[in-house]
Structures are given as structure tokens and as C-alpha cells.
């Protein structure tokens, strides 16, 4: 059974900097895509980043409000997906959960990090 476990929120100030870690475990020839969503108080949860294998590399997605702020990695071997989150504001406060798609179409999840970022 896939797993997936994320480590590194926090609480941080406007301008500071987090770096979110994902592993997978359980999977099987790995994972085609990894990334992170976020889920603010009484909000729906969104994207915030993506990595997606295609044709031997990664193709990456942002969502517009992160873009030149975040930054997705992936250890493919390892499973592991990164997000180093430079330049924080109050509005990426939120729980961030990272996502696993496998080669079959299967999406996975895990607990989530809380990342909290005080004015």
C-alpha cells in the first residue's frame, strides 16, 4: 500500500523561508507525478505545485500566486518530493498535503503539514 508522509511545516514570519519534504513508500516502479496542494481554513484545497514525469523528464506546474517564490523537486529514485517556499506571505497559510500519482492512475495522499505564516 502506497504511503505517503510529509515532514517540515511550521510556524514562520512574512518574508521567511520553509522547505517541505514527501516521501513514498509502498509504491511500485514508482510514482508518474508528485506534488503539494494546500488546504486554507474554510477554503477548498488547491494546487500550489506539481511534478510530473513525461517522456524521461519533469514537467512542472505552479500555481500563478507562487510562481518565482516556490520551488518543486523531486528524488525520483528515492520517491521524495521537495517544495522550498522562499518569500512567505499570511496567504500561504494553510495545510499542505502531498499528492502521488502512480503510472496506473491512482492518486494518493498524505496527512498533511500545517504552515502557518504570522504578520
Known amino acids: 500500500q502506497v504511503q505517503l508522509v510529509e515532514s517540515g511545516g511550521g510556524l514562520v514570519q512574512i518574508g521567511g523561508s520553509l522547505r517541505l519534504s514527501c516521501t513514498a513508500s509502498g509504491t511500485r516502479g514508482g510514482l508518474k507525478g508528485m506534488g503539494w496542494y494546500r488546504q486554507a481554513p474554510g477554503k477548498l484545497r488547491v494546487m500550489v505545485a506539481t511534478s510530473t514525469s513525461v517522456d524521461g523528464t519533469n514537467s512542472e506546474n505552479y500555481a500563478n500566486s507562487v510562481k518565482g517564490r516556490f520551488t518543486i523537486s523531486r528524488d525520483i529514485l528515492k520517491d521524495m518530493v521537495f517544495l522550498q517556499m522562499d518569500n512567505l506571505e499570511p496567504e500561504d497559510t494553510g495545510v499542505y498535503s502531498c499528492?502521488?500519482?502512480?503510472?496506473?492512475?491512482?492518486?494518493?495522499w498524505g496527512q498533511g503539514t500545517q504552515v502557518t505564516v504570522s504578520s
Open positions: 499528492y502521488g500519482n502512480s503510472w496506473g492512475g491512482r492518486d494518493y
